[in-house]
């Protein structure tokens, strides 16, 4: 059965390291992939898309990885701050063309000052 | 300007009651969508419609029905409400179906059954 998985509920990172969260996903190939920071009470809010031929896309302090053959997307949020705490969703398509997107569990990120 | 705008923000309603909840989005998009986050956070996919018909449509009861009057509305009501149906509900919205595309999600519906 398909499965999108993402690591721990639950991350808690000191304030200027780097935090790394990962999207696991089983039966899918998507065309693309994309992540999103959910605040509590608010929806979600686009983040990054990356694409299965490209290996990496940066914004500013934000970089994300795309391994199809491990079929694995690590997000990364270099020198972290605490505005960074948020849920942050991975989403997959179905390759199917018709826009539906799949959303992971989704990883608490709590960034301690 | 909000971009995808959802009324009511809190609905609180008796098990077996009807209700209805709008969006509309300004963005001028043509791809529209329900989704139903649970006390788990899990987000999921209800409907899809582009340009006012019906793409997505995953296993629903069909006591919950989208209607799109035009592009930029799709509203969902849902029959004999029941406890189950206690999550919140968020409309998004985007550019065009079949090409990858970013989702501008609305504030959310907290709609609470007792």
């Known amino acids: 059965s398909q499965k999108i998985e993402q690591n721990s509920e639950a991350l808690n990172i000191q304030e200027g390291k780097t935090a790394t969260l990962t999207c696991n996903y089983t039966n899918y190939s998507p065309a693309y992939l994309q992540w999103y920071r959910q605040d509590p009470g608010r929806g979600p809010v686009f983040l990054l898309l990356?694409?299965?031929?490209?290996k990496e896309k940066r914004k500013e302090r934000l970089k994300v990885t795309f391994d199809t053959t491990l079929k694995q997307s690590l997000f990364h949020i270099t020198a972290s701050q605490p505005a960074d705490s948020a849920t942050y969703l991975c989403a997959l398509d179905n390759n199917f063309g018709n826009e539906k997107l799949t959303f992971g569990t989704g990883t608490r990120l709590t960034i301690i000052p | 300007d909000t971009a995808v705008s959802q009324t009511p923000k809190y609905l609180v309603t008796q098990m077996g009651n009807d209700k209805s909840i709008k969006c509309e989005q300004n963005l001028g998009h043509d791809t529209m969508y329900w989704y139903k986050q649970d006390s788990k956070k899990f987000l999921k996919i209800m409907f899809s419609y582009n340009n006012k018909e019906l793409i997505i449509n995953e296993t629903v009861p069909n006591r919950f029905s989208p209607k799109s009057p035009d592009k930029a509305h799709l509203n969902l009501h849902i029959n004999s409400l029941e406890l189950g149906d206690s999550a919140v509900y968020f409309c998004?919205?985007?550019?065009?179906?079949?090409?990858?595309?970013?989702?501008?999600f609305g504030p959310g519906t907290r709609l609470l059954v007792l």
């Open positions: 998004a919205s985007s550019q065009e179906a079949g090409l990858p595309s970013t989702q501008y």
């Open positions: 990356i694409r299965e031929n490209e």
